[in-house]
T-cell receptor, first 114, second 115 residues
Framework: GDSVTQMEGPVTLSEEAFLTINCTYT??????LFWYVQYPGEGLQLLLK?????DKGSNKGFEATYRKETTSFHLEKGSVQVSDSAVYFC?????????????FGQGTILTVHP | GAGVSQSPSNKVTEKGKDVELRCDPI?????LYWYRQRLGQGLEFLIY????????KSGLPSDRFSAERTGESVSTLTIQRTQQEDSAVYLC?????????????FGPGTRLTVL
């Protein structure tokens, strides 16, 4: 079945550090890939997405590129801020008979210190 | 505009009781999803609605769980004879079409605690 594997956290960084959160997936066909973020005390919200191979999703300084050859969708940011502290979830939607339902990774807790 | 809303935000119940969780999706969204998030884990898919029908119920963990959607709007997730392992945050999401490229918009969740 479909699955998503994220790097284990928690991840602790200093402000302005470079961030990478690894995400790999297993799916039949050509899924869409998503990063969702959950800020403290808030609901889950879309950070970025990519719907086909080699697409790059970007938002708020975060980027992720859909790599079909390595089945990966790693999240990166060049300079993190304290306000980026949150839980980050990688997810896929396989489509077809999966009807767009999301399969999530376990989540990665990011803490950024001033 | 208004986002996805869920009620109650918190529910504490005793083992063996029935509970109902409500979701109001974004107006005009045809697809509605329920997910469960257990402590320290990722989200698990429970059920998907397209309009008022549920073509995918594959994630419901047991026959104690059921859900319905009426008027292509509000959905209710019912858990009968609750067990302690049902304790989790239950999240509802909606999207325009229910395709793999759609963005799903999530509600704030209902935190269920079974004592």
């Amino acid at each position: 079945g479909d699955s998503v594997t994220q790097m284990e956290g928690p991840v602790t960084l200093s402000e302005e550090a470079f961030l990478t959160i690894n995400c790999t997936y297993t799916a039949t066909g050509y899924p869409s890939l998503f990063w969702y973020v959950q800020y403290p005390g808030e609901g889950l919200q879309l950070l970025l997405k990519a719907t086909k191979a080699d697409d790059k999703g970007s938002n708020k300084g975060f980027e992720a590129t859909y790599r079909k050859e390595t089945t990966s969708f790693h999240l990166e940011k060049g300079s993190v801020q304290v306000s980026d502290s949150a839980v980050y979830f990688c997810a896929l939607s396989a489509g077809g008979t999966s009807y767009g339902k999301l399969t999530f990774g376990q989540g990665t807790i990011l803490t950024v210190h001033p | 505009g208004a986002g996805v809303s869920q009620s109650p935000s918190n529910k504490v119940t005793e083992k063996g009781k029935d509970v109902e969780l409500r979701c109001d999706p974004i107006s005009g969204h045809t697809a509605l999803y329920w997910y469960r998030q257990r402590l320290g884990q990722g989200l698990e898919f429970l059920i998907y609605f397209q309009g008022n029908s549920a073509p995918d119920k594959s994630g419901l963990p047991s026959d104690r769980f059921s859900a319905e959607r009426t008027g292509e709007s509000v959905s209710t997730l019912t858990i009968q004879r609750t067990q302690q392992e049902d304790s989790a945050v239950y999240l509802c999401a909606s999207s325009y079409f229910g395709t793999s490229t759609d963005t799903q918009y999530f509600g704030p969740g209902t935190r269920l605690t079974v004592l």
